[in-house]
C-alpha cells in the first residue's frame, strides 16, 4: 500500500472514533492505481531478454594480420517499410554529402523497400549523392529479413552492414570509423550506438504526444542535416543502451561484420516471422559477436538515431504492444530455447567524441561504476 | 634475438634503480599481453651511485638492450637522442623518466594502431601512484609506494595500478582537455626524425619542459593522428625527480622551465590542442577517471561554446598546413 493510501487509512479511523456509534464511517478513499511504465510492464513477460550488469572477463584481442591485400568496401543494406520521409533523411544521413572522410568508392548502400501505400520509391534514391541502388519487392509477411537478405546477397562489398529499420539517421563518422575498425581487425564486429530522437524513448513519448511534428521541429532547431552531431542534442539513448556501453548491449541498430562472417551465420534467421522481425536483429547481432574470432568495435562518438514512424517497438501502445513484445519474446524463446541475453563479449572502443556525445560516455561510465559498486 | 622489431621503446634512466626495476618488467613479454617479441626495449642510463645491474636486465623476458653512459650535464636529452640512435624498429615509444610503469596492454595497442594508421601518435594517459600528486608527497613515499606495490599484487594484473592513483599534472583534467605532455608516447621513428629529435637545446635539470616540447612538436605535425588509450596508463612512481618531489626552490625551476619552453614557441607556449581518437577497452579500475575527464571535459566544452571557441583549435591549423584529421 502507498504511502497516501496509508494516511487515508489512519485518518479514516481517527475519524471514525470521533463519530458517534451509530454513525455509518465514511467509505475509506480508494489507494491510488500503481503506475507502471509500458519499459517496466514488458520486462515481466516470458522470455523478456535478460540483461548483465559486467562484460564477460576475457579482455578482447585484435588478431594481427597482414595488410588487406584488397581495399576495404562496406554494403549497406537500409530496409524500409512505410517510413518515406524517414527514410529520406536515413539515406542523406548515408550519402557521400553528408558522411565525412569517405568517397562514393568506399561504399554502397543497398535500399531495400517491401512494397507499401506509403512508398519511398526509386525516384527518392536516385538523385542523392553516393552509390546507391534500390529495390521494390513484393513481401507477404509481416518481417524484414527476407529483405534484408535480399539485400545482403545483392552486395559488392567487403563488409555488410545492415540498417534494418531506415528510420534511423547516422552520424557523419559512421562509415569512416566502420572502416577504420575494418583495418584494425579483420574480424571486427562493429557496432554503432543507438538513440532516440527526442529526450524519452519513444515507446513512452508517444503517449505524452510526442510526434512526427514535434520531431521536425527538434531538427529544425539543430538546422539538421548542416552538423549531424548535434543529434546528440536532441536525442536519449535507445533502450538497447540505455545504461551505455561499458556494459553489455542489447544490440544495435547499425552494424557491419566482414562478408564472410554475414555468410558464415546464414545470414538472418528467416525463422523470425514476428512483426518487424521480433527479435532478429538483436539474434544476429549476438551470434556475430558470440563468434569465437570476431572482435566487438564499439563506435563511442558515432550514433544511429531512430525517428519516430509508427514502428513496430515504438509506435504501439499499452496492451497493443505488450501483445506484441510477448509475441516476439515467445519467438525467439521457442527458436533459441532460452530468453535473449545480450552478448558479454567485451568491447574495443574506437572514436572520436563529440562534445555533444559526451554526456552518454559519462552516463555509461557512471552507471557501470553504480551497477558493479566501484569507486 | 628476434630481429624482425617492428616497435623501439626508449627508457632513460638515472638514480632510480628499484623503480626502473618495475618500470622494465612492465615492458617485459612477462607482463605486456598479446604481444610477440616483435619489440625492443632500449634502456640508457645515465652513470650515477645507483646505477642497474645490467644481469638483471638481460634476465627480463623479452628484447631488452642496456647502455650506461657518462653524461657531464644535467639533463637526458642527450641520453634520449643516443637511445634514438640505437633504434631499429620503424615505430617509436618514448619514456623519458624511467620511474613510470605501464598497464598491460599499451604496446598491443601501439602495434595495432600502427597498423591502421600511416601516421599515429599514441598517448598513453599519465598517473601518479598514491592518492595524492608527487610533488605534494613527502620523501617517505618511496618506501611506502614500494610496499603498496606489493600488496597490490600488480605484476598479475597491472590493471590493479588503477586502483591506487591519480591523475598526473600533465593531464589533471583527463583527456578531454588538452594534454601538456605525456610520458608515455608512441609515433613513427620518421615523425621524431622530422623534429629533429630531442632538442639539445633543453639542458636544465631533467632535460626541463623537453617532454612538452617534444609531445607538442609531434601533434603539430599535420599527418600525425592523435590517439588516446583511455584505459591505459603510466604510472609514475616516487623517486625524488625533479619536478615530481616537495622542494624549496621547485617552483623556480619550474619557472626556469617555461621561460626556456616558451622562447621555442614564440614567446607561449600552449598546450597541444587536437581533437583525439579514443582507442581500447575501458576496464572497471579506469571507469572513475574516464568519468572524471567526462566531468571536466563537459566543463571546458561547455565554456568553449559560450565564448565562442573552438574546442581544439590546432587542428584548424594543422588543416591548413597539411592533411585532414579524419584517417
Sequence with gaps: ?375 | MNTHIELSIIVIVYKMRRQAYNTLYSLSTAYQRNTAANYEVIVVENHSDENLSADYINSLPGNFRYFLRDEPGVSPVPALNFAFAQCRGTMLGLLIDGARMLSPRVLEHALTLQRAFDHPLIVVPGYHLGAEQHDAANPARAATEQEELASLNWREDGYRLFTQACFSPGNSRGYFHPLMECNALFCTKKSFSEIGGADPRFDLAGGGSINLHIYRSLGMQPSNRLIVLPGEGNFHQYHGGVTTQASDNRQDKLQAFRAQLNNFWGGQYKALSREPLLFGNVGYSAQRFLQQSCNAGMERFARLSAEGKPAWPDDDACRQEGSGQRS
Design chain 1, 1 to 375: 500500500m502507498s504511502i497516501i493510501g496509508k494516511l487515508r487509512r489512519f485518518a479514516g479511523s481517527i475519524k471514525r472514533a470521533l463519530v458517534a456509534d451509530d454513525a455509518q464511517p465514511p467509505a475509506p478513499a480508494p489507494a491510488p492505481a500503481p503506475t507502471v511504465s509500458p519499459l517496466q510492464a514488458v520486462t515481466k513477460l516470458p522470455f523478456a531478454p535478460q540483461y548483465s550488469t559486467r562484460f564477460d572477463s576475457p579482455m578482447p584481442v585484435l588478431p594481427h594480420t597482414a595488410n588487406a591485400a584488397a581495399p576495404l568496401k562496406i554494403s549497406i543494406v537500409v530496409i524500409v517499410y512505410k517510413m518515406p520521409e524517414q527514410a529520406r533523411k536515413t539515406l542523406y544521413s548515408l550519402s557521400t554529402e553528408y558522411q565525412q572522410g569517405v568517397s562514393a568508392d568506399d561504399y554502397e548502400v543497398i535500399v531495400v523497400e517491401n512494397k507499401s501505400d506509403q512508398l519511398l520509391g526509386e525516384p527518392a534514391v536516385r538523385d542523392i549523392p553516393g552509390n546507391f541502388r534500390y529495390f521494390l519487392r513484393d513481401e507477404t509477411q509481416p518481417t524484414p529479413v527476407f529483405a534484408i537478405n535480399f539485400g545482403a546477397a545483392q552486395a559488392c562489398g567487403t563488409h555488410i552492414a545492415v540498417i534494418i529499420d531506415g528510420a534511423r539517421m547516422c552520424t557523419p563518422g559512421v562509415i569512416n570509423y566502420m572502416l577504420g575498425a575494418a583495418k584494425l581487425s579483420p574480424s571486427a564486429v562493429t557496432a554503432v550506438p543507438g538513440y532516440h530522437l527526442g529526450h524519452e524513448l519513444q515507446q513512452v513519448s508517444i503517449l505524452k504526444g510526442y510526434n512526427e511534428a514535434a520531431e521536425a521541429e527538434l531538427l529544425a532547431s539543430i538546422q539538421w542535416p548542416a552538423d549531424g552531431y548535434r543529434l546528440f542534442d536532441i536525442a536519449c539513448l535507445s533502450g538497447s543502451c540505455s545504461s551505455g556501453f561499458f556494459k553489455p548491449i542489447g544490440e544495435s541498430n547499425c552494424f557491419v561484420v566482414p562478408k564472410a562472417v554475414f555468410e558464415q551465420l546464414g545470414g538472418f534467421d528467416e525463422n523470425f516471422t514476428e512483426t518487424g522481425g521480433g527479435q532478429v536483429n538483436l539474434d544476429f547481432y549476438k551470434r556475430a559477436v558470440e563468434l569465437p574470432e570476431t572482435q566487438l568495435v564499439i563506435l563511442l562518438g558515432e550514433g544511429s538515431f531512430h525517428q519516430i514512424h509508427g514502428g513496430v517497438t515504438t509506435g504501439t501502445k499499452g496492451s497493443h504492444r505488450e501483445e506484441t513484445m510477448a509475441a516476439h519474446f515467445a519467438q525467439y524463446g521457442k527458436l533459441r530455447g532460452e530468453a535473449y541475453r545480450p552478448p558479454g563479449k567485451r568491447a574495443i572502443y574506437l572514436g572520436a567524441i563529440p562534445d555533444s556525445a559526451l554526456k552518454y560516455i559519462r552516463h555509461g561510465s557512471t552507471t557501470v561504476m553504480m551497477m558493479n559498486d566501484l569507486k
